[in-house]
């Protein structure tokens, strides 16, 4: 009975960790899933803004001058938020890093500063678009997609978060680099993408 203690101690143990790598594993697997799912709802409302900023640009830029300058560059910005969009899309997994935040972040920033300086110029040069019941709608379906942009950004920063720490922190650092499970990335507090389209007021009918 002596001489069988030392190996049910050490039979014992292995379970013990068996069982702990398990659970380990599941939560990991689940939070990485969790993850995937947020940046999904991210996607999806980012889209729908894009999809209204475009209706927005095309309302307007109806009644502007094809040559006009800051039109050639909101529609130069726009085909880039929608390469950035392309190739990000379906991003899961270990391809969710970092990098792919952040260039996900600067294309969409960036039309929008653009979509803000082309309507300020064209609501000094075309006052008759101040009334135009088609903006005013679109204007108020932009803003009403920037609480469900919040929410999802703050779901998908929680979710990313919780999963980074349980992959990062001891013990779950030693089953995430035995099992390859790898840091996702986050929205960077002061992002452009994180800043709503602004509408100048002076478009208020």
């Known amino acids: ?37 947020f940046w999904s709802q991210v996607e999806n409302q980012y889209q729908s803004r894009l999809d209204k900023i475009d209706q ?3 309302t307007v830029s109806a009644q502007v001058k094809a040559e006009n300058k800051t039109l050639v560059e909101v529609i130069q910005a726009r085909n880039t938020a929608r390469n950035a969009i392309n190739q990000t899309s379906g ?7 970092q990098g792919t935040v952040n260039k996900y972040q600067q294309a969409l920033g960036e039309y929008e ?20 019941q088609a903006f005013q ?28 720490n349980s992959i990062q922190t001891f013990p779950g650092n030693l089953f995430a680099g035995m099992f390859g499970f790898k840091p996702r990335g986050l929205f960077q507090a002061e992002a452009g993408a994180s800043k709503r389209p602004e509408i100048p007021n002076n478009f208020n009918p």
């Open 1 to 37: 009975m002596r001489r069988s203690m030392p190996l049910l101690i050490v039979l014992a143990l292995i379970v013990i960790l068996f069982v702990a790598g398990c659970t380990r594993y599941n939560s990991m697997v689940t939070g990485r899933n969790n993850v995937d799912k």
């Open 56 to 58: 927005l640009v095309n």
């Open 91 to 97: 991003a899961r997994g270990d391809s969710l890093n």
């Open 113 to 132: 500063r653009q979509t803000r300086l082309f309507v300020n110029v064209v609501s000094e040069q075309y006052p008759e678009l101040r009334s135009a």
């Open 137 to 164: 709608d679109l204007r108020t379906e932009i803003s009403g997609t920037d609480n469900r942009i919040n929410v999802a950004r703050k779901d998908f920063i929680a979710a990313a978060t919780d999963y980074n």
